[in-house]
Each structure stands twice: as C-alpha cells, then as structure tokens.
C-alpha cells in the first residue's frame, strides 16, 4: 500500500538534526505518532518500530523512499490507511496467529519468531481489498 498517499499533519515535528543513518528520531513531544504507523518528512517514509517519550525508534527509508538528513522542525506527516485496508491486514493476521502452530507454515522454528506462509489472501480480505485493486491496461 505504499502508494496511498493520503496523510494527516501530526503534531510532532523533528527535533534537532538527524544524519540520514540515524534510527532514532527525537521529535518535540509525543503525541500522534504510534508504534506500527508509517510517517513521511519530506519525501522520506519511515516505519515506526516503538517509541520511548519523544524519540522515536524507526525504520528509515521505507517504501521505496531514500533515507535523508534532517536538519530540525520538519513538519511529520502521518499515513492514514483505508479502514478496509486496516481490516484486511488483521483478518490476515489472525488467520496466520491461528494457524502458526499447524502444518501451515513452510518453515518452522525460525530464531526470530517469524514464520513463512502459504495461501495468499483469505477470501474476506480478497473481498475488502477488491476496491482497490488496480487493474494493468
């Protein structure tokens, strides 16, 4: 879904400079931006791994996008996802939570706790995605 594109303005923004190496980024004071949403400062899309007071611990460059420096008070953007995308992402992850322990998965016993699937999508998220699909002409 790298290609949605609609955001909302947080009320974070970037506190002090930042090299485009760095993985934790200090904003101002926490306030919008959770653990799991995709954030974009200028052009750059970064992936939010946690947080801890003001600094956030990120994945920098996501998306596509290239990891750039900060130089301070650059204005966050937040992605916002199309509830029916949200949906789907869940049923997804339930069905893979249910079934981790079953014969489902092609590889068990990873070090890391990740586990590789079979399946593609389930019918009700095929179902709640199908607006969205982009059909190549």
Do not use: C
């Amino acid at each position: 879904w790298g290609y949605w594109k609609h955001t909302r303005t947080a009320t974070e923004v970037v506190s002090g400079a930042h090299t485009s190496s760095v993985t934790v980024l200090t904003v101002d004071a926490r306030v919008d931006i959770e653990q799991g949403a995709t954030i974009l400062i200028g052009s750059e899309q970064m992936y939010v791994i946690s947080y801890s007071d003001a600094a956030l611990n990120v994945t920098r460059g996501v998306n596509g996008s290239t990891a750039a420096s900060l130089s301070g008070s650059e204005v966050i953007s937040i992605f916002e996802y199309p509830p029916e995308v949200v949906d789907a992402v869940q049923i997804m992850v339930r069905r893979d939570h249910a079934n981790a322990g079953a014969n489902y998965a092609n590889v068990s016993g990873l070090a890391d706790g990740q586990i590789q699937t079979f399946g593609g999508l389930s019918r009700d998220a095929r179902d709640l995605l199908q607006p969205f699909k982009r059909y190549v002409v």
